[in-house]
């Protein structure tokens, strides 16, 4: 069953969120990255360990878009933040947030990633979607024009 923090974290207090598990889903992922992740803080708790895990398979299911597009329609949001924890692990699951985001065109996408490998040329291109690189002081290939977000 996919599980959404309707009511967002402290920090996007009342913005949803769609997250992940960490690390086995970084696929652009540094040392320094694994070392400080965000996501180790939450992971220890076995109730959201077993939800982005079960998040996970979710997302690799054909009726995925279908489901996600249903559930945000249902919260009503203006502002959706795709992980808090976990990212883009493959261009397939990439395409898919895609396909979500022009299906809700008056809903802002929040998107923090270190996936820099994966083609992000169409999802660049849509206005709903707010897409930060996420830098760490070891990461590389980083994508010369865009939105930053620098760590540490």
């Known amino acids: 069953m996919m599980y959404i923090q309707k009511n967002g974290n402290s920090k996007l207090r009342g913005i949803p969120i769609f997250s ?45 878009v279908k ?9 009503n949001t203006k502002y959706f933040r795709i992980h808090e924890t976990g990212d883009f692990y493959s ?29 992000w040329s169409e999802a660049l291109k849509l206005k709903n979607a707010i ?3 996420s830098v760490f002081p070891d990461s590389e290939n980083i994508p010369k024009e865009g939105r930053y977000a620098y760590i540490i």
């Open 131 to 133: 897409i930060y690189w």
């Open 67 to 75: 489901e996600m597009v249903n559930k945000i329609k249902s919260l």
């Open 91 to 119: 261009q397939e699951y990439l395409n898919k947030w895609i396909k979500i985001m022009k299906q809700l065109p008056n809903v802002k996408f929040l998107i923090f990633t270190k996936s820099f490998q994966l083609n």
């Open 20 to 64: 992940l598990p960490p690390k086995i889903t970084c696929i652009g992922s540094t040392p320094l990255c694994r070392k400080y992740c965000y996501g180790n803080k939450s992971w220890i708790y076995p109730n959201v360990r077993k939800r982005r895990l079960e998040n996970l398979e979710e997302s690799k299911k054909p009726s995925f």
